[in-house]
């Protein structure tokens, strides 16, 4: 009786404290620390909070994972939603309209907190081409709010259609939709390229699991305020 009564609820503090421990170590796995940022967490997270696989993609015989590979910083909007407005309207002036076609419900997590998708119609996404045709596309998580700016995060991808081919939607590339994002936000909009993080997400050597070409670098870009 006594073992019972007190070394069985020991085991159960001592299972929940390990459980706690596995739970911070995944945590530190999954979430960069950047100099001068907030922790940024390193993959597009589906609606139960597990890393995207890019809706199952196997990609040279692994599972595809979604990286995080844009950050954004806006330093002149007033408020989480001008934040959210101003960007919106870069995007569309970059050539990323909100475009319907994809899959929602994403998350990513910024400075210890979830937050979901923009855009955040029932099937939109940023795109610079139609679902139906090859494209860019991605979504974008935040605002925020740090250091007297608000902070976005966002995971980009190509996708190469071909509707001769069963799946007729198939992964591309990562650097190549975050290049082009970043680059076209650079030349037309207010939002410049000020900057490279080495967010450690890059799956290289993995048995199971890739990033296909992603290099583990997120793009910086950065709205200045107006003086």
């Given amino acids: 009786m006594r073992w019972t009564r007190f070394h069985a609820p020991a085991l159960g503090v001592m299972l929940m ?23 940024i967490g390193k993959w597009m997270l589906t609606a139960q909070g597990e890393p995207s696989d890019w809706l199952g993609e196997i990609y040279r015989g692994k599972n595809l994972r979604e990286p ?9 909007a007033a408020s989480a939603e001008e934040a959210k ?13 909100v475009r319907f076609g994809h899959s929602t419900g994403y998350k990513g997590s910024i400075g210890g907190q979830l937050y979901g998708q923009l855009p955040s119609g029932r099937d939109d996404a940023f795109s610079n ?6 494209n860019n596309h991605g979504r974008i998580f935040g605002p925020h709010a740090f250091d007297g700016a608000y902070l976005f995060t966002g995971a980009f991808s190509r996708e190469e259609v071909d509707p001769f081919r069963d799946p007729p939607h198939r992964y591309g590339s990562f ?4 290049d082009d994002f970043t680059q076209n936000l650079d030349r037309d909009t207010a939002y410049k390229v000020s ?17 296909g070409d992603h290099d583990g670098i997120a793009v910086v870009v950065r709205a200045a305020k107006e003086r």
Avoid: C, H, M, W
């Fill in 17 to 39: 404290i390990a459980a706690a421990s596995e739970a911070r170590l995944q945590e530190r796995v999954d979430i960069a620390t950047p100099e001068g940022l907030p922790s």
């Fill in 68 to 76: 995080v590979n844009v950050i954004i910083v806006d330093e002149g």
């Fill in 85 to 97: 407005a101003r960007l919106i309207a870069a995007a569309a002036k970059a050539g990323y309209a």
């Fill in 129 to 134: 081409d139609p679902f139906e045709v090859s």
């Fill in 175 to 178: 650097n190549r939709a975050r």
């Fill in 195 to 211: 900057g490279f993080v080495a967010l450690g997400n890059a799956l290289i050597g993995d048995p199971r699991t890739t990033t």
